[in-house]
């Protein structure tokens, strides 16, 4: 695979050092060293023996949401964006990642709906979702992948497997089957409770005045070696407003975010918060106290959008793994299944043609 394919077209003319580029190949998603041959350390498909593998996940989501060549897996549905990160330099306390250094990244990302399915309607209560892929490629670039969630739904490969196999549609209704879910939700307490704190968090408008999170926890390492448990997230600085009624285009969210963008650069404070040594640095259902100490690191700002095409966050796999000096994985099971699931519906798309657009942002109306 040529690692140009997933770099914007706008970046591939910078110079790369040797080390650069065996960097820049990592970056393509990390997936020959996560999905060649890769197992998920659990027990599988219900009543066999198997263990999870990425293809499984692949035929997990074809039976929930139907097969769309050309599309991600999950987040099916985006819109790509682009902007920077101004670094004020107080990330560089606890990381000597260069993202943290003071003065300004750029970055590019993608605006989100999870599902396989391209063409779902959008709804207020629908997770919303923002990758991001800050700093050059052919350098130390971090890919993060955040959700408008206080928590994660699961903590392992398997919940989040038999959660999406309960979630299938019944033709009937175009909704889960309550039993299979009450099913599934009996097998799964972690989930249970991780659902009902997520019900307790206020919608909000839409992307613009979301608070995106980097839900699983990572370490930071400084310039002297130290290594701090932390998590982040992206607090907006525009209004926070409640919903509004949905609009009769199935593409309301997205296209709030695109006249939004079009009026005005959209912005985050970037916070990172402190872990203690008792924190659960393993499980993505359980948030830390509202106590932990939290740096400002700085504003993301974006501030264009675009319609997925060659050359932009299409082609891009946001695998949270894919990180720069000064930042290291946690424990945490479902980070490598995540990077080998991420692997695996990349190369699925990689390459294929025809695949439409659902979110065309030149027919949005100011």
Do not use: C
């Not at 398997?158 to 309960?166: I, K, P, S, V, W």
């Amino acid at each position: 695979m040529d690692p140009r394919s997933v770099v914007p077209s706008s970046w591939r003319n910078s110079s790369v050092s040797r080390r650069s580029v065996v960097v820049g190949l990592a970056a393509v998603g990390g997936f020959l060293a996560a999905d060649l041959g890769a197992v998920l350390y659990a027990r599988g498909p219900v009543g066999s023996q198997a263990r999870l593998t990425p293809q499984l996940f692949v035929d997990a989501f074809h039976k929930v949401a139907g097969v769309h060549r050309g599309y991600r897996l999950n987040h099916a549905k985006g819109v790509a964006v682009t902007g920077f990160f101004e670094s004020n330099g107080a990330g560089a306390e606890v990381t000597n990642a260069t993202v943290f250094s003071a003065g300004r990244t750029p970055l590019i990302g993608r605006f989100s709906l999870p599902g396989g399915n391209p063409a779902v309607p959008d709804t207020p209560a629908a997770p919303r979702g923002l990758a991001l892929a800050i700093g050059y490629p052919g350098a130390q670039q971090w890919r993060t992948a955040m959700l408008n969630l206080p928590v994660f739904q699961d903590n392992s490969a398997q919940g989040f497997y038999d959660r999406l196999l309960a979630s299938k549609p019944v033709p009937a209704t175009g909704k889960p089957d309550p039993a299979a879910m009450t099913r599934f939700l009996a097998d799964h307490p972690e989930t249970a409770a991780a659902m009902s704190v997520i019900k307790q968090q206020p919608l909000t408008s839409g992307f613009a005045d979301s608070t995106f999170r980097g839900l699983n926890a990572f370490f930071f390492v400084n310039a002297a070696g130290d290594r701090t448990p932390v998590r982040w997230s992206l607090v907006p600085l525009q209004q926070v407003k409640p919903p509004t009624k949905s609009s009769p285009s199935p593409n309301w969210l997205f296209d709030n975010a695109i006249r939004d963008i079009r009026s005005s650069p959209l912005r985050w404070r970037l916070l990172v918060s402190i872990g203690e040594p008792h924190d659960d640095v393993r499980d993505a259902t359980i948030a830390w106290p509202a106590d932990r100490r939290v740096i400002d690191t700085g504003t993301v700002v974006l501030d264009s959008i675009a319609t997925e095409a060659a050359g932009n966050a299409r082609d891009l796999n946001f695998d949270p793994m894919v990180l720069p000096d000064g930042i290291e994985p946690s424990p945490d099971p479902l980070l490598a299944a995540r990077s080998a699931v991420y692997a695996a519906s990349f190369r699925r798309r990689a390459g294929v043609t025809g695949a439409a657009p659902q979110v065309e942002v030149g027919e949005v109306a100011l």
